[in-house]
């Protein structure tokens, strides 16, 4: 399940920002008396009572034709459209506003769980202030004080309330789940269609056209899936361009709903720095990962082109070593049918178990081959594993000392379990323990 995501909304300088960092424990948000110093959405972690979300700052939303505002109002609309709990704040000094009402009557619209925090009640005489905004009709108003941090625990109860009444879909664990990312035009979309054999997806030339992550359910030979397409996520210094870093988020909350993430490359325009770094968010995820090489019909090549790209991505993404590539085009549905059986693949390995004697004895006959280095004047001792998790495959190492447990033995010992049972297409986690004496 992805993490929940809380927008905080209102008119400007009601102490949005000033809350906002509170959450999440850093002055990211400018805070200032200006109004509108928050022109776009900031995005950050926070964490109440074990339950972690990620939190939007908003530009304060005001009554207006002029540009300015209207990009404030738009951001603070997207955020809404995001959020699955939206903060609407109040100042409590000011008392209730026109622009207030103008608010809610947008919260509204969006039908959205919405948690009314009244700020600026630095003192419990101030109280009486919070009976007029139980007119806007959004519930019990919550008396807060960002600045102060008094009253924000009551909020956050609400607001962590509103997360189990489902957040996400749940599907059946015989569901195979997949996504695909990528920078924007790299063909997410045309490759979505294509394997679903029709036009479920809106497809553009223009870059960037993909805002939501979509869910579509289809079954092949008799086996469930859900695919689901993300917007192009583009490099950090053009991320605030409009809905970019939406969108961003968006692919992100994707990727944790996945079981494996089929991450797109642009054939014809090859690998950039930013593929890389996409990439990137399904490994650390832990994700069953596929590198999909889209646009083949488009590139010019000869009997050895497929394979020096092929050896170009093993250069390029040596932490994706273990990823299956896969060269199509969803234009013309060249090589599409190998899509589905390599996920398949891919989503067996990526929660397969394996014997602990079976792992045992890989391990012994690993160290005999190659007896773990001194370290410190001591040799490690590996007396035994054991696998303790899957998606992804996770083991656990017992020795005499974790420290002396080097990251290019500990690569060795992974490259023995891949060689012995595959593990195509996921990542490993190895974890080392100290033995007890006991």
Same mark, same amino acid.
């Given at each position: 399940?992805?993490?929940?995501?809380?927008?905080?909304?209102?008119?400007?300088?009601?102490?949005?920002?000033?809350?906002?960092?509170?959450?999440?424990?850093?002055?990211?948000?400018?805070?200032?008396?200006?109004?509108?110093?928050?022109?776009?959405?900031?995005?950050?972690?926070?964490?109440? =009572?074990?339950?972690?979300?990620?939190?939007?700052?908003?530009?304060?939303?005001?009554?207006?034709?002029?540009? =300015?505002?209207?990009?404030?109002?738009?951001?603070?609309?997207?955020?809404?459209?995001?959020?699955?709990?939206?903060?609407?704040?109040?100042?409590?000094?000011?008392?209730?506003?026109?622009?207030?009402?103008?608010?809610?009557? %947008?919260?509204?619209?969006?039908?959205?769980?919405?948690?009314?925090?009244?700020?600026?009640?630095?003192?419990?005489?101030?109280?009486?202030?919070?009976?007029?905004?139980?007119?806007?009709?959004?519930?019990?108003?919550?008396?807060?004080?960002?600045?102060?941090?008094?009253?924000?625990?009551?909020?956050?109860?609400?607001?962590?309330?509103?997360?189990?009444?489902?957040?996400?879909?749940?599907?059946?664990?015989?569901?195979?789940?997949?996504?695909?990312?990528?920078?924007?035009?790299?063909?997410?979309?045309?490759?979505?269609?294509?394997?679903?054999?029709?036009?479920?997806?809106?497809?553009?030339?223009?870059?960037?056209?993909?805002?939501?992550?979509?869910?579509?359910?289809?079954?092949?030979?008799?086996?469930?899936?859900?695919?689901?397409?993300?917007?192009? %996520?583009?490099? /950090?210094?053009?991320?605030?361009?409009?809905?970019?870093?939406?969108?961003?988020? /968006?692919?992100?909350?994707?990727?944790?709903?996945?079981?494996?993430?089929?991450?797109?490359?642009?054939?014809?325009?090859?690998?950039?720095?930013?593929?890389?770094?996409?990439?990137?968010?399904?490994?650390?995820?832990?994700?069953?990962?596929?590198?999909?090489?889209?646009?083949?019909?488009?590139?010019?090549?000869?009997?050895?082109? %497929?394979?020096?790209?092929?050896?170009?991505?093993?250069?390029?993404?040596? &932490?994706?070593?273990?990823?299956?590539?896969?060269?199509?085009?969803?234009?013309?549905?060249?090589?599409?049918?190998? =899509?589905?059986?390599?996920?398949?693949?891919?989503?067996?390995?990526?929660? %397969? $178990?394996?014997?602990?004697?079976?792992?045992?004895?890989?391990?012994?006959?690993?160290?005999?081959?190659?007896?773990?280095?001194?370290?410190?004047?001591? $040799?490690?001792?590996?007396?035994?594993?054991?696998?303790?998790?899957?998606?992804?495959?996770?083991?656990? &190492? &017992?020795?005499?000392?974790?420290?002396?447990?080097?990251?290019?033995?500990?690569?060795?010992?992974?490259?023995?379990?891949?060689?012995?049972?595959?593990?195509?297409?996921?990542?490993?986690?190895?974890?080392? /323990?100290?033995?007890?004496?006991?």
């Amino acid at each position: 399940m992805s993490k929940p995501v809380v927008a905080v909304v209102g008119r400007p300088n009601v102490g949005k920002s000033t809350i906002f960092n509170r959450v999440i424990g850093e002055r990211i948000a400018i805070v200032e008396d200006t109004p509108g110093v928050t022109r776009d959405r900031i995005y950050g972690t926070g964490e109440w =009572l074990n339950h972690t979300f990620n939190i939007i700052d908003t530009g304060g939303i005001e009554v207006g034709n002029e540009p =300015l505002l209207e990009q404030m109002r738009a951001q603070a609309n997207l955020a809404i459209d995001e959020a699955d709990v939206i903060v609407f704040v109040v100042d409590g000094m000011d008392g209730l506003t026109s622009a207030d009402e103008e608010v809610a009557q %947008m919260l509204y619209r969006s039908d959205k769980p919405v948690v009314l925090g009244v700020n600026k009640i630095d003192h419990p005489s101030r109280t009486v202030q919070l009976y007029e905004f139980y007119s806007l009709g959004l519930g019990e108003p919550h008396p807060m004080s960002g600045e102060h941090g008094t009253g924000l625990g009551d909020l956050l109860d609400e607001v962590i309330h509103h997360f189990d009444e489902g957040l996400g879909a749940d599907y059946d664990e015989t569901v195979k789940k997949f996504s695909l990312i990528g920078r924007p035009n790299v063909g997410k979309s045309s490759l979505v269609n294509a394997i679903l054999g029709e036009d479920r997806v809106i497809v553009s030339d223009i870059p960037g056209t993909t805002r939501d992550a979509i869910d579509t359910s289809f079954t092949n030979h008799g086996q469930d899936y859900v695919i689901i397409d993300t917007a192009g %996520m583009r490099k /950090r210094g053009k991320v605030y361009e409009k809905t970019e870093k939406y969108s961003v988020l /968006r692919a992100q909350r994707a990727i944790e709903n996945s079981d494996v993430v089929l991450t797109l490359i642009d054939g014809e325009e090859g690998i950039i720095e930013q593929d890389k770094k996409i990439a990137g968010y399904a490994h650390q995820a832990g994700r069953g990962v596929i590198i999909v090489v889209n646009k083949w019909d488009a590139v010019k090549k000869n009997d050895k082109t %497929m394979d020096e790209f092929r050896q170009k991505i093993r250069d390029e993404f040596q &932490f994706l070593s273990y990823a299956p590539i896969v060269f199509v085009s969803a234009k013309t549905k060249s090589k599409l049918h190998q =899509l589905i059986p390599v996920i398949n693949t891919v989503d067996e390995n990526h929660s %397969m $178990r394996v014997q602990t004697s079976v792992l045992n004895d890989i391990v012994m006959d690993a160290v005999a081959m190659s007896p773990p280095p001194t370290s410190k004047g001591r $040799r490690l001792k590996i007396y035994y594993a054991t696998q303790v998790g899957v998606k992804p495959p996770s083991f656990v &190492f &017992f020795v005499n000392d974790p420290e002396i447990m080097h990251f290019s033995y500990e690569r060795y010992l992974e490259n023995k379990i891949r060689e012995t049972f595959g593990f195509a297409g996921t990542p490993i986690k190895i974890f080392t /323990r100290k033995r007890s004496d006991d």
